[in-house]
C-alpha cells in the first residue's frame, strides 16, 4: 500500500508540475541534444560517440554521468517532479514506475518511428529487448500499445564454465544434461576443483536459476497458472523442480557457503579459477576480463533435466533510454538514439565495453564470448514481459526455500508445503 501511495505521490506531483509549465515553448532549443546515464563503465564509449555524432550532424550531444545508480534514480524522480528532465534518460525501476513516467506525459510513444520504413529500426533490434520498454493490447497498466523505449544492449544469464579446469578432469566438452553436468561435478570433485560457484545469496540470482528448471520441467502455461492461484506448488512438477536443487547438493556440486556469497564475490571465484562452473549475466564477459584477462572460458545454459519444454534463460535489455515526450527536441532526441542503436555505433559500443549489442547487425563483429550469449537471446524470457508475476511474499518464500534445501534444512516436499501456505495466505488477502 505504501508504495502505492508513494507511486500515486509521484504522479500527482508531475502533473502539477507539467500543468504549471504549459506548453512553454514549442520551438526546439537549438542544435543540442541533453543525455544522463548512470553507466560508469560505458561513459568515456558514449561520450565519443556523442562527440562523432556532433561531428557528423552539427547537433552537439551533451552526456552526463550520474552515479550510482540509486543516486542517478533520485535524480531523474526530481527533475520529473521539477519538469527539468533532459531530451533522453533512462527509468532504472519497475514496469509500473515507467508506466507512471508515461501516464504524466514524460515518455514519447516511439513506435511510429520505429514502424517507418517498413519496421526497419524495429526490426534492427531483437525483440526480446525490445519487450522491456513495450506495451501490448493487454497490458494491465493502462498504456496505450506501442514502444517506450530504446534498448542500447541486452543480456542474458547463463552458465559459464572454465575449459582448463574441465580438462584437468578429462572434459573436453560442455554436459548437455542435468545428468551430465552431476557426473562431471563429480570428476572435478575427485580432483580437488569446486564444480560451482554463483552469488545465491543474492535471491534473484537463485530465482532466476530456478525458474529456468520450472519452465523446463512444466512449461511456461502451468507457471503462470500458479501465479495465478490454480495450480499448486505441491504438484509433483514444482517438487521436481525443488528438487534439482536437493540433486545437486547431494552430490556436492555447490561451493561451501553458496547461500551466503554475494555475486560480485562468486565473479572472483570464477575468474580467478576457484571454480570450474558458474551461473552468471553477460555483463561479466567484462569483469572477468578486468580480474584475469587470460581466463579461458565458455557459455552455455543450465543444461536441461527434461527435453519436454524448452529451457528458457532470463534476458532482455540490459541498458535502455526513454525520450522526454514534453522535450521540445524530441524530433532530434529520436534520430540520436537511431543512430546509436545503428549497426556501426553498436559495435564499437560492444567491442569497447564487452556487453551486447542491441542491434542484431552488430552481433557478427563481437568477441566469441558474447556470440555465445548473443545465441541465447532468441530463447530467453524475462519477468517484465511475463502476463502474471507471482506475489513478493510468495517468491521470497520460494527462494528462502530453496537457500533451506540448499544447506540441506528442509526437503523439497517440505518447502513446497510452505510456499504453498504463504501463497494460501496471499490469495485469502485477495493479493
Known amino acids: 500500500m505504501r508504495g ?10 508531475v502533473f502539477l508540475a507539467v500543468l504549471m509549465a504549459g506548453c512553454s515553448s514549442s520551438k526546439e532549443s537549438g542544435n543540442k541534444i541533453i543525455l544522463w546515464h548512470w553507466m560508469t563503465d560505458r561513459n568515456d564509449t558514449i561520450l565519443k560517440l556523442a562527440q562523432q555524432y556532433t561531428q557528423e550532424t552539427g547537433i552537439e550531444a551533451s552526456v552526463s554521468l550520474f552515479a550510482p545508480s540509486d543516486a542517478y534514480s533520485q535524480k531523474v524522480i526530481a527533475a520529473a517532479q521539477a519538469n527539468v528532465l533532459p531530451d533522453i534518460y533512462g527509468i532504472l525501476d519497475k514496469k509500473t514506475v ?15 518511428s520505429m514502424e517507418a520504413d517498413g519496421s526497419a529500426w524495429k526490426k534492427s533490434l531483437f525483440e526480446k529487448a525490445l519487450a522491456d520498454r513495450s506495451f501490448d493490447m493487454a497490458n494491465g497498466y493502462g498504456i496505450k500499445p506501442g514502444i517506450y523505449g530504446v534498448p542500447i544492449d541486452v543480456s542474458n544469464e547463463q552458465m559459464l564454465y572454465n575449459k582448463k579446469l574441465l580438462a584437468k578432469a578429462g572434459i573436453y566438452s560442455a554436459p548437455r544434461s542435468l545428468t551430465e553436468f552431476i557426473k562431471d561435478a563429480k570428476a572435478l570433485k575427485l580432483i580437488g576443483i569446486t564444480p560451482f560457484v554463483s552469488g ?3 535471491l534473484w540470482l537463485l530465482d532466476c536459476f530456478a525458474s529456468n528448471y520450472a519452465f523446463n520441467i512444466m512449461g511456461e502455461a502451468k507457471i503462470f497458472e500458479t501465479f495465478r492461484g490454480r495450480v499448486k506448488y505441491t504438484d509433483p512438477d514444482w517438487v521436481k523442480v525443488f528438487s534439482v536443487f536437493a540433486d545437486l547438493r547431494d552430490n556436492g556440486v555447490f561451493i561451501d557457503g553458496i547461500v551466503t556469497k554475494g555475486n560480485k564475490y562468486a565473479e572472483q571465484d570464477f575468474a580467478l579459477e576457484r571454480a570450474a562452473f558458474t551461473f552468471n549475466g553477460s555483463w561479466c564477459v567484462n569483469v572477468y576480463h578486468s ?13 536441461p533435466v527434461t527435453n519436454t519444454y524448452p529451457l528458457k534463460i532470463w534476458g532482455g535489455a540490459g541498458s535502455s533510454f526513454v525520450v ?12 540520436f538514439l537511431k543512430w546509436l542503436t545503428s549497426q556501426k555505433q553498436q559495435v564499437v559500443l ?10 542484431r547487425q552488430a552481433s557478427v563483429s563481437i568477441s566469441s564470448v558474447l556470440g ?16 502474471v508475476n507471482e506475489d513478493p511474499s510468495v517468491r521470497e518464500a520460494f527462494d528462502r526455500g530453496l537457500q533451506a534445501i540448499i544447506i540441506g534444512e528442509k526437503t523439497p516436499r517440505q518447502v ?15 493479493n
Open 324 to 335: 522526454n515526450a514534453a522535450s521540445p527536441n524530441k524530433t532530434k532526441a529520436i534520430a
Open 350 to 359: 560492444a567491442q569497447e565495453t564487452n556487453n551486447l549489442p542491441a542491434n
Open 4 to 13: 502505492l501511495m508513494r507511486r500515486c505521490s509521484f504522479l500527482v506531483a
Open 200 to 202: 545465491w545469496g543474492e
Open 98 to 112: 515507467v508506466a507512471d513516467f508515461i501516464k504524466a506525459g514524460l515518455v514519447a510513444d516511439l513506435t511510429a
Open 416 to 430: 513446497a508445503q510452505e510456499v504453498q501456505e504463504v501463497k494460501d495466505r496471499q490469495m485469502a488477502k485477495g
Open 291 to 303: 580480474m584475469n584477462p587470460h581466463l579461458e572460458y565458455g557459455v552455455m545454459p543450465p543444461p
Open 372 to 387: 555465445e550469449f548473443a545465441k541465447g537471446m532468441d530463447e530467453s524470457t524475462h519477468p517484465d514481459i511475463w502476463p
